[in-house]
């Protein structure tokens, strides 16, 4: 597969994007309110969860320049 190259902005708004998507995914699990997220996985149950942690090293985003963002949370 060839390699993708981005630039200035849009590689800016896509990583963004990314960092975006971590954080709404994960602030719902906080606070004494949170409510509980199921992680699916490629083998085994799927696991139900309030730790936003185990929540945030768990996303992949098929993006993969919003994946980076994600990540580099």
């Given amino acids: 597969m060839a390699k993708q190259i981005i630039y200035d902005e ?13 954080a709404n995914t994960v602030k719902i699990t906080l606070g004494p ?9 490629k083998f085994g149950s799927p ?19 919003e994946n980076m963002g994600a990540q580099m949370v």
Avoid: P
């Fill in 10 to 22: 849009t590689a800016r708004h896509k990583i963004l994007s990314g960092v975006n998507q971590l």
């Fill in 33 to 41: 309110k949170g409510r509980n997220v199921v992680i699916d996985k």
């Fill in 47 to 65: 696991t139900i969860t309030k730790d936003g942690v185990t929540v945030a090293k768990e996303i992949e985003l098929e993006c993969s320049f």
